[in-house]
């Protein structure tokens, strides 16, 4: 998931503690988009946890109240 920022810079996100299936793997394109229907446009948390070997910041996403 890629979220922007509150400087307006775009931020890669791996979810933490998920098991989804990935963008070519059989539903990944309906995991993706059930999770675009929840977050899109919304303001979200990030509580992270780690940086993966490709520099994506791997933690838990929360909806903001």
Same mark, same amino acid.
């Given at each position: 998931?890629?979220?922007l920022?509150?400087?307006?810079?775009?931020?890669?996100?791996?979810?933490?503690?998920?098991?989804?299936?990935?963008?070519?793997?059989?539903?990944?394109?309906?995991?993706?988009?059930?999770?675009?229907?929840? =977050?899109?446009?919304?303001? =979200?948390l990030?509580?992270?946890?780690?940086?993966?070997?490709?520099?994506r910041?791997?933690?838990? =996403?929360?909806?903001?109240?």
């Amino acid at each position: 998931m890629t979220v922007l920022s509150p400087a307006k810079q775009q931020v890669k996100i791996r979810l933490d503690s998920i098991d989804a299936p990935e963008k070519g793997q059989p539903y990944g394109q309906n995991a993706q988009k059930a999770l675009a229907d929840k =977050v899109a446009g919304r303001e =979200v948390l990030i509580k992270s946890n780690d940086k993966d070997r490709y520099w994506r910041t791997v933690g838990v =996403v929360m909806l903001a109240r």
